[in-house]
């Protein structure tokens, strides 16, 4: 009984791991921009990347490896929104235009 709960809870967090993943490609595909793409690029491949791993610490069960799996969750959380942030700001810094609608715009903060 217990390990098809177990079972069943791994591959619920899986499929969400999955649904993540995919939505956060379709973001990169679809979105116009770098600045766009940050967002679907960071979060959901962060919340992909940490539904998958809570499934394998459920299939695991209480070890050592699941230790192990919680700093990789960790050091994933960490990592994905200092390496989100950096790249925006380098963008911002060497003055990639951000999209707009009605075509290329000057960059917004042009020294006068």
């Not at 009984?1 to 995919?22: K, Q």
């Amino acid at each position: 009984m217990v390990g098809a709960v177990r079972n069943t809870l791994s591959v619920i967090f899986g499929l969400i791991g999955l649904y993540f993943f995919v939505v956060g490609t379709t973001g990169l595909l679809r979105c116009p921009d770098l600045y766009s793409r940050l967002h679907p690029s960071t979060k959901c491949d962060t919340l992909g990347a940490c539904s998958v791993t809570l499934a394998l610490m459920i299939q695991t069960g209480f070890t050592m490896v699941t230790l192990k799996l919680l700093a990789i969750v960790f050091f994933v959380l960490l990592s994905s929104a200092v390496c989100g942030h950096a790249i925006g700001r380098s963008a911002f810094r060497t003055r990639v235009v951000p999209w707009h609608k009605a075509g290329v715009r000057p960059w917004p903060l042009e020294d006068e």
